[in-house]
């Protein structure tokens, strides 16, 4: 296997890895009634601030507005979001968390802190840097971004 084949393997594992490790370590004990996904929902509305529109959720998230108010209805009913319209622009609907998705939000970034603490105990500052870099290629490739050896 050649170093371009070993690499794909690698972050096909690891990928699939981090998501497998993500989904037992929070929605199989205390948010069991949770999806990834809807975790990744309850994430970007926390990052987003105040009550943000859905439109921008759903494009923070790359997904569709339809998509994302199925989710949201589903974290409505489960107890995790609140949503509402504008006062302003009746089309406008706002969404945010409840106590109950904060503390599923804690949870998960909790979860991250973990995971990075992990790694940046068991390596040293070169390594660090090394891998860092490698991770801003990989997420500027997962953006549309430049690529360079094509």
Request: aromatic letters at 6%.
């Amino acid at each position: 296997m050649n170093s371009k084949e070993k690499l794909n393997e690698f972050m096909v594992e690891a990928y699939n890895g981090i998501l497998r490790n993500e989904e037992q370590s929070l929605c199989s004990k205390e948010l069991n009634d949770l999806t990834i996904s809807e975790i990744h929902v309850l994430e970007a509305v926390a990052a987003l601030g105040e009550e943000p529109k859905m439109s921008t959720v759903a494009a923070t998230l790359g997904r569709t507005q339809g998509t994302l108010t199925v989710a949201v209805n589903t974290l409505v009913r489960k107890g995790y979001m609140l949503r509402q319209r504008s006062t302003k622009d009746k089309r406008s609907i706002s969404i945010k968390l409840t106590e109950k998705g904060m503390y599923a939000q804690k949870l998960h970034y909790q979860y991250h802190l973990k995971l990075v603490e992990t790694i940046y105990n068991n390596l040293d500052a070169q390594q660090i840097a090394a891998l860092t870099n490698g991770l801003e290629i990989i997420a500027n490739f997962f953006k549309g971004g430049k690529q360079s050896g094509n």
